[in-house]
C-alpha cells in the first residue's frame, strides 16, 4: 500500500509540473524563427516588448515570429498583445495580431486567432462583429471562412487600438475558446478547428499593414 501511495504522489507530481505554466520572455528577440517579420525590441507604453512588422512583399497572413521551444497540441496560450495599422498602410489595415498554434516547421500551416483592434470601438456595427478572427492556413483563410459560414469564426469584442490587450486561447482536441482582457466567458468560440487534431509550435503572427507588440507569453500544455 505505501508503495502504492509513493506511485500515485509522484505521478500527481508529474502532472502539476506538466500542466505548470512556461514563460518566455519573448520581448527580448530570442529562441524565435522570424517568417516574413521584421523584429526589433523595444519600449512599449511603458514595457519591454517585441516589436514586428511585415518584410517588403509579405504575403498576408504569413508573416510571425515562432517559438522554437514549443511543441503544443491541448492546453491554454496566454500573451500581451498590441496592434495598430503600420505608417503608411491602406485604408483596410485593422492592425491585425494574434496567436497561432500547432504550427507546422517553419509555418507552413497552422491555426490561428487573431484580433482587429481598429474595429472594436468602430461606428460601423458589422466592423465591430468583425473584430476578433479564427483562421486556418493555408486552406482555410478568413476570405473563405467569413463566404462559407458568416458570423461563425468571428465575434465582436470590445478593443483600444493600440493598447496593451491580454489574449488567451484555451484549446481541447478540435475546439479553441478566445478570452480578452481576462474577462469571465470567451469571446470567440470555434468547435472544429480545420486542422483535426494535431502538434505544432506556438507563434506570434501578424497581418497586412500592422504593427504589432508582443510581451509576457506563458504556455500551458494539458
Not at 22 to 28: G, H, I, L, Q, S
Not at 30 to 50: C, D, I, N, R, S
Not at 86 to 103: C, E, I, K, M, N
Request: charged residues 20%.
Amino acid at each position: 500500500m505505501r508503495h502504492a501511495a509513493l506511485a500515485v504522489s509522484f505521478l500527481l507530481a508529474v502532472v502539476r509540473i506538466d500542466a505548470a505554466p512556461r514563460t518566455f520572455a519573448v520581448e527580448n528577440g530570442t529562441g524565435l524563427e522570424f517568417v516574413h517579420v521584421v523584429p526589433q525590441t523595444v519600449t512599449y507604453l511603458g514595457k519591454k516588448a517585441l516589436r514586428l512588422v511585415e518584410t517588403p512583399n509579405a504575403v498576408n497572413g504569413t508573416s510571425f515570429a515562432l517559438i522554437n521551444d514549443t511543441m503544443f497540441t491541448d492546453g491554454t496560450i496566454e500573451a500581451d498583445i498590441a496592434g495598430k495599422p503600420a505608417q503608411g498602410a491602406d485604408a483596410a489595415a485593422r492592425g491585425f495580431v494574434g496567436l497561432t498554434f500547432r504550427a507546422t516547421p517553419h509555418g507552413t500551416a497552422f491555426d490561428c486567432i487573431y484580433v482587429r483592434p481598429t474595429n472594436g470601438r468602430a461606428d460601423d456595427q458589422l466592423r465591430r462583429n468583425h473584430s476578433t478572427q479564427y483562421t486556418s492556413e493555408p486552406d482555410f483563410p478568413w476570405q473563405k471562412l467569413r463566404a462559407e459560414a458568416p458570423g461563425v469564426y468571428e465575434s465582436y469584442v470590445d478593443l483600444e487600438m493600440g493598447a496593451w490587450t491580454r489574449l488567451r486561447i484555451e484549446v481541447r482536441g478540435t475546439r479553441a475558446r478566445l478570452f480578452v482582457n481576462g474577462a469571465a466567458q470567451p469571446a470567440l468560440i470555434v468547435n472544429d478547428l480545420k486542422r483535426g487534431v494535431t502538434s505544432g509550435q506556438i507563434g506570434l503572427w501578424i497581418g497586412a499593414g500592422t504593427e504589432a507588440y508582443f510581451r509576457n507569453l506563458q504556455i500551458t500544455n494539458n
